[in-house]
């Protein structure tokens, strides 16, 4: 009779990559490694959960021809092998995930760098935005009639109860990981923070303190893992890497139209929906600082 051999099948051996992260992860990144798992697996990104109550706690681990949100780690391709529900580990300067451990050797802020920007020139910007946006085919996923307008009119007016009020209704509203309510509301909270700073009206970064609180109160348990680590972000001035570039154009750091448009393009509404969010929050900055829109002079 013949033997049988028994064959061993030893677990692949563990190889090692390197990225850049976004300085938003830093409080993540640099803490004791912490169990996480696969949310989501796309072809240009993989969405980890980080079994913890600090923020933000969703890590975004995508390629370089990906959207660069700013809870992300940029890493080569291909990306590693996962599937929804998989292990991983997220900390000690490392994401694990799978067999595959990824080394974060660079960071980048997500966080735009505009310097002082002029209150009526922003206003004399604003018509063209709108206009850029109104030639496109990319339509907002809610109608911007209806809770966007309300906070939209609350904060353009410095109402505190209104814009708050507005906010609540807009999180988690529609469908998707990042949900249109959301992604207005994240252009919105940007614009506030980075536009008024920059401009020095004070209202408009107090108005984005009093919505940063409500979304730190209640987005984990209104819209989706992902998209609530979003909002973390934008109520910190974070965000993608496209909305950043329409922020630098009106400040004057490149030109309006190929920013605008280049963030139109992001998803099915997603980009159009962050660009209504800092149409309407830009406007807020003009009227709280006392411009008016070139088309109402």
Same mark, same amino acid.
Do not use: K
């Given at each position: 009779?013949?033997?049988?051999?028994?064959?061993?099948?030893?677990?692949?051996?563990?190889?090692?990559?390197?990225?850049?992260?976004?300085?938003?992860?830093?409080?993540? !990144?640099?803490?004791?490694?912490?169990?996480?798992?696969?949310?989501?697996?796309?072809?240009?990104? !993989?969405?980890?959960?980080?079994?913890?109550?600090?923020?933000?706690?969703?890590?975004?681990?995508?390629?370089?021809?990906?959207?660069?949100?700013?809870?992300?780690?940029?890493?080569?391709?291909?990306?590693?092998?996962?599937?929804?529900?998989?292990?991983?580990?997220?900390?000690?300067?490392?994401?694990?995930?799978?067999?595959?451990?990824?080394?974060?050797?660079?960071?980048?802020?997500?966080?735009?760098?505009?310097?002082?920007?002029?209150?009526?020139?922003?206003?004399?910007?604003?018509?063209?935005?709108?206009?850029?946006?109104?030639?496109?085919?990319?339509?907002?996923?809610?109608?911007?009639?209806?809770?966007?307008?309300?906070?939209?009119?609350?904060?353009?007016?410095?109402?505190?109860?209104?814009?708050?009020?507005?906010?609540?209704?807009?999180m988690g509203l529609g469908p998707g990981l990042t949900p249109s309510g959301d992604d207005m509301l994240a252009g919105m909270l940007v614009a506030l923070r980075c536009l008024g700073g920059a401009a020095g009206v004070q209202r408009a970064?107090?108005?984005?303190?009093?919505?940063?609180?409500?979304?730190?109160?209640?987005?984990?348990?209104?819209?989706?893992?992902?998209?609530?680590?979003?909002?973390?972000?934008?109520?910190?001035?974070?965000?993608?890497?496209?909305?950043?570039?329409?922020?630098?154009?009106?400040?004057?750091?490149?030109?309006?139209?190929?920013?605008?448009?280049?963030?139109?393009?992001?998803?099915?509404?997603?980009?159009?929906?962050?660009?209504?969010?800092?149409?309407?929050?830009?406007?807020?900055?003009?009227?709280?600082?006392?411009?008016?829109?070139?088309?109402?002079?």
């Amino acid at each position: 009779m013949g033997t049988r051999t028994s064959i061993r099948h030893r677990p692949p051996a563990r190889t090692t990559a390197f990225g850049a992260a976004s300085t938003a992860l830093r409080p993540a !990144l640099e803490s004791p490694r912490r169990p996480a798992r696969v949310l989501a697996a796309f072809p240009l990104g !993989l969405y980890l959960e980080i079994r913890t109550d600090t923020e933000p706690f969703v890590v975004a681990v995508v390629t370089g021809a990906a959207t660069r949100l700013p809870n992300a780690v940029v890493v080569g391709d291909p990306l590693p092998p996962a599937a929804g529900g998989d292990e991983a580990a997220v900390g000690d300067g490392c994401v694990e995930i799978g067999h595959v451990t990824v080394h974060v050797r660079r960071w980048w802020d997500p966080s735009p760098a505009l310097g002082s920007v002029d209150l009526d020139r922003m206003a004399a910007v604003l018509p063209a935005f709108g206009e850029v946006c109104g030639a496109s085919n990319r339509g907002t996923g809610l109608d911007p009639g209806g809770a966007g307008a309300l906070l939209a009119e609350g904060c353009a007016s410095g109402s505190l109860l209104g814009a708050i009020t507005a906010a609540e209704r807009l999180m988690g509203l529609g469908p998707g990981l990042t949900p249109s309510g959301d992604d207005m509301l994240a252009g919105m909270l940007v614009a506030l923070r980075c536009l008024g700073g920059a401009a020095g009206v004070q209202r408009a970064v107090w108005l984005a303190d009093w919505l940063a609180a409500t979304v730190a109160f209640d987005a984990r348990t209104r819209t989706t893992p992902i998209s609530a680590t979003l909002l973390h972000c934008a109520a910190q001035g974070q965000a993608c890497a496209e909305a950043l570039g329409v922020l630098r154009a009106v400040a004057g750091h490149q030109p309006l139209e190929p920013a605008v448009r280049r963030l139109l393009r992001l998803g099915h509404t997603s980009g159009a929906d962050l660009a209504w969010g800092l149409r309407a929050g830009m406007s807020a900055v003009v009227r709280l600082g006392g411009a008016a829109p070139s088309a109402d002079r």
